[in-house]
C-alpha cells in the first residue's frame, strides 16, 4: 500500500532500502540485537560506518584529501558552524543569493559578524533564475564563496558551478547531492542534510578538504569542530547511527542502480516529462527560467489558483501525497529525488491531465 510520495523533506526513501532495513531491524547481522540498540563504538557499528564513508567516497569520487563527516543538527547547523570552522571575526565573504536557503546562510554569516558581500542576489526575477556564469567576481581575500546549487523552495538549480579561482568553493547541497555526478574537487566544502536524497533525517553529512581543517575558532562548539570530528572518524559523541547505516544502504542502492550517471539519467528523464507536461498545458505553470529549473524540486502553479486545495485532496485520494506547495510559495510542488520512479512522475502527469479535463 505505497503511495507516491511528492515530500520535500523528509523525503520518500528507496522501497527496497525500506525493506531491507525492515527485514533485519530485530536482528541486526546476526547481533541479535537491532541496529538501534548496539554500541557506536563496537566493532559492528564501526565497520558499518567505516562502509557507508567508503560507498561515498567511491560513488561521488571523493579524493583522500577530503574528510567526510557524519554530524547533527542538519544542513541548518551548518550554516553557523561553517563561519565558525572557516572564517576569524570580521574576515570577508562571499555568497550568491538565489532564494530561501541562500538567505538564511546569510543571515548566519552575519550574526557572527563576518563582512558579508553577496555577489548576486536574484531579487529581481523574484529568484527564479540563477546568475548568469561569469557575472560576478569573488574576492580574492575571501574565506569562501558559498552558494545553494539546489533552491529547494524555489526550485531553481545551478546548470554550473561557479568559478572561485582560490578561494573555497563552499555548497549547500541538500536537495541535489547524489542526484548527478560533480566535480568534488572543485570544492573546499560540501555539505547536506541527509533527509531529501540520502537518508533519514538527524544526519548531516559534510565532505571538507583537508587543508580547511586547521581554521576553527576556539569556541568553535566541539560536535561541529570539523578537525576534532574528523581526528575523532565523526565519533566524538554519539553519531546519528540509525542514518548512518541507511545512508550505507542507499549508497548501496545507488551503485547497484549504476552510480550517479544513472541517477542523472534518471533524473533528467523524470525533470523533462513534467517540465515538457506542464509547459504543453496551457493550464499549468513553472515560473522558473528553463536554464535554471531543478531536477529535484518542482512547484507548479493552476489557472484556478482557487481550486489548490482541491487539487490537493483529491491528489492524495490518488496516492499522491505532499503536493501542497511551501507555505511561503503556495501553489503545488512536486519534489521529484533519486527514490521517485518515472511511473510515480507519470502518475503524477496522468492525474494533472484528468484534473484539468475536470476543471480547467
Ligand atoms: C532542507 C534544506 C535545509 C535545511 O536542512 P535541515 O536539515 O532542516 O537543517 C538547508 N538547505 C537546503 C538547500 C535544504 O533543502
New binding site residues.
Partial sequence: MRVHNFSS?PAMLPFEVLEAAASELSDWRGSGMSVLEVSHRGKDFVACAAEAEALLREVMGIGDNYKVLFLQG????QFDAIPFNLTAAGDRVDFLNTGQ?SAKAISAAKRQGLEVSVLADQADSKYTDTPAAGSFEVHPDAAYLHY?P???IGGVEFGYIPESGSVPLVA?M??TILSRPIDVNRYGLIYA?A??NMGP?GL?VVIVREDLLDKARPNTPSVWNYAAMAAADSMLNTPPTFGVYLLGKILQWVKDAGGLTAMADRNRAKAEALYGFIDASGYYSNPVATDSRSWMNVPFRQAKDELDKTFVAEATAAGLTNLAGHRSVGGMRASIYNAMPLEGVQALIDFMTDFERRNG
Fill in positions: 523533506g542538519g544542513a541548518s547547523g536557503w545553494t539546489n533552491e529547494t549547500d541538500s536537495s542534510g533527509q531529501k533525517s548531516c
